[in-house]
DNA sequence: AATGAATGAGCCTTCATTCAT
DNA sequence: CATGAATGAAGGCTCATTCAT
């Protein structure tokens, strides 16, 4: 049912202008909201109709968390996979995907957002697979820039790399929940500081860090 | 309304005991599934009850994330305010507390997750003000620590208080999502092995790390 | 079932006094909040008692209201059939009448309350039938007076006895609304003051008031 | 909430028709078998739509009850301040307004019932404080007319105002419960029996009535 | 494209009642 | 007599979705 709009999506996202425009309006809400507790009328009345008329655009509510996360997912594959493609070595390469990342914190917010915070339950969802492939495709991504930087001597090789790989994920990502565009902190700053901490750590260096230490004043 | 309820909450947790399990049952579900998605009924079902039956034990389901929350919240602190009281200097304090955070993901997995994920939203009900009390309670806390540390020349000068405060406690907690009590890393080992990198970072130390790196092969 | 229970208010209920309590209490309260708003909770509440535990005295919510209205009924009807059984004649026994029922209001405000709200729907029930039985009961008391009066030239003789019946019953027991024991006016001086106007009306006695008044300055 | 249907309220009960006739079925109802006793259901089974339907037209079972009788009220002020603004002298206006009370009973039985017996309970919500409101403009003009009338010898100087006030409004309005506009007394016949009563009495004029009357045969 | 009316399933909650202790 | 836990039915309301116009 609804051939029209199905050929229209099918199309791709360019033409009408207006599902662009409603979706932004559906992902600022499911980011704010949560993607249950948005209801089709919520979104419809920020888009100044009603309910019903969604569904001259969307198929259904799924349809737009489906779409909003496919091309949020998209995008940022194939950014991760053009600065992989650069071969910078492991520490520029982590450095490049760790600021692109809070790029995308900056420019998509609410798809950030929406991917923290719904995918899990999605996912569930046999529309949504494709989350959960990305997420492994993510995984090995990162975890063969540790590992070449472990290889290579750059990185510390008494690391746990799925655990290294999960602390800086999480800590990226999750940033989203405070991360203000508006604020003196720029997208970069903020890469900046975390890769300093994240390479050197926030320890003085007067002796290396013994693994279990002893008390200091 | 269902005052004599009420009441025996007042009087403590005692007795009952079906009280506590039906919590822990409803903190479960919470944090599997959400609050918004998780339906009393999933609730009563659990506990092999009616619906109906759990108003006799509690007023509302949001009277039962309160009572999780706020349990969670007060036991937190109260773990926080003992390691500080000990006066063991930053370093030590800020290892004590990340610990203490990663043991309260083993033991209570559920409630850090309903605080992970639906306090922000809870946050804005008028009888969950209190978590952002708490939560201003804990960035005193920690920012007390981190700036302690810096001024005794144990942490670099050159950190942004709030960023790594913020680090911290995002990267710590989003650990409720993957954290596996049954697997191989004890809470501890997940601990030290983010503290190890926290404090010295996971970049090999043939010398120190320049502000903006140059290409380091 | 609840053979005990029956067993005791077969035996009447004299008896154990706290029975009278506590239908004295959902009295109060069927008549201020309605019997339906009136939750069986509500009564236990005011009994200092859980909800459960009314249901050794009564066995079911509905058996409360039949036992209030039943008395209140059997009561008034008694005092009806004394006045009657003096033989006063019409008119005073229509005073008379009247002035019991205004004293059944002063003492039995609840009950008197539960009659005029709830009876209409409580006499649906089969169990209910006898209240529609002393409504008959007491139409019939009333018009006879009233008939009589007419006949002996104590009463107009151009009266529709029926509406003259509606309108003197309807008015004394809605008063119930509004009469407060404690205020100034005794509940005869209130049946003073309606008789006045019943027998004798509000006009003054120029002359005689014609059926289609003319214009009167 | 419902922000779309709340603006076509407001805009006037133009057009849809639809709600008058969901709002006419409401009344009845709530008139029978009494507002807390009328479910939701009832009325949209009464409708032939389901329960949920009902909220397309109407916020709540409450905004039924509100819009129902805010508009009883206005257009029953309406039609006293009318009668009122013609200044017909006491008497006049006196059966004016009881006439114009008993055609109200006629023409809106369901809203005239609902006014009786819900009206009450519904004052104490918020939303239903014009109710009191209303009750106080009445009192006031049916004691203007009361004591205007006294004071130019047109009522007896020794009535009491605030009764025969109380009287006469229960009277008249009580009558809703019986008063079946398809028998034989229209609305007028009523009002003039009434009238009758009210302002000569029921008693035959051989006499003056004394304030306790002495034994008549 | 959009409206407006409706569906149907489900949700949180209430409440009279039961019954083992 | 009373408690405390539970039942089962129902109630008001929400919401994604459909569809004729």
Do not use: C
Not at 90 to 96: D, I
Not at 133 to 138: G, I, K, S, T, W
Not at 179 to 204: E, H, R
């Amino acid at each position: 049912m609804n051939t029209r709009t199905a050929k229209k999506r099918q199309a791709g996202n360019n033409g009408s202008g207006r599902r662009a425009e409603l979706l932004a309006l559906a992902a600022r809400l499911f980011a704010d909201r949560g993607y249950v507790s948005t209801t089709v009328r919520d979104i419809a009345d920020a888009a100044g109709i009603l309910s019903g008329s969604l569904y001259h655009h969307f198929d259904s509510k799924e349809s737009m968390a489906d779409e909003i996360l496919r091309g949020f997912l998209d995008g940022l594959f194939d950014t991760y996979a053009q600065i992989v493609a650069a071969d910078l070595g492991p520490r520029n390469t982590l450095e490049a995907v760790v600021a692109a990342s809070f790029r995308f914190i900056r420019d998509h917010p609410a798809e950030v957002a929406i991917y923290q915070n719904e995918a899990k339950h999605l996912a569930h969802l046999e529309r949504f697979a494709y989350i959960d492939e990305r997420n492994v495709e993510f995984r090995n991504l990162w975890r063969k820039i540790l590992t070449d930087g472990v290889r290579q001597g750059v990185f510390r090789e008494d690391l746990d790399v799925e655990l290294v790989y999960r602390f800086i994920r999480d800590t990226v990502w999750v940033a989203v929940r405070w991360y203000n565009p508006a604020g003196t902190l720029s997208a970069d700053d903020v890469a900046q500081q975390y890769l300093g901490i994240l390479l050197d750590g926030i320890a003085t260096r007067r002796r290396r860090t013994k693994k279990t230490g002893e008390t200091h004043g």
